[in-house]
């Protein structure tokens, strides 16, 4: 019996972590749900939260903005369109990031970057909310 499970996270643009752990903590659509290894089978959405991922003593961070986790007994791929490695980030840099936002959102006159700053701000706000959690 495998006492590690390996876990991928998966965003359009990369692989942002891709190592075996001794388990995961996944932010399910009906609630937070714990991962070890030889888990049963089981596909869920997710909503907007934080994996912890147990490594060696340490807990890594990584905030979602949904998305999809795939759990076999040996793996747990999860694939998201957002996704932030978050074990050492604080308040004070993400609502610093907002204000710059929010600075830019008043200068842009094209209305597609308005909604991708609109959804960057959505998205550090939720990332806020969990660190404060």
């Known amino acids: 019996m495998s006492k590690t499970i390996k876990v991928k996270i998966v965003t359009p643009n990369s692989i942002l972590f891709n190592a075996k752990t001794s388990m995961v903590i996944i932010p399910g659509e009906f609630g937070e749900f714990g991962v070890l290894p030889n888990h049963q089978l089981l596909i869920a959405n997710l909503q907007a939260g934080m994996i912890r991922i147990s490594m ?42 907002i204000a710059t936002l929010n600075a830019a959102i008043k200068t842009e006159m094209i209305i597609t970057k308005i909604d991708i700053i609109k959804l960057a701000i959505t998205r550090h706000e939720s990332l806020l909310n969990c660190l404060a959690s």
């Open 56 to 97: 060696g003593g340490a807990i890594i961070k990584y905030f979602v903005d949904g998305g999809i986790a795939e759990v076999t007994g040996k793996r747990v791929n999860i694939v998201t369109e957002f996704a932030i490695e978050a074990t050492n980030f604080h308040s004070q840099e993400i609502n610093e990031k």
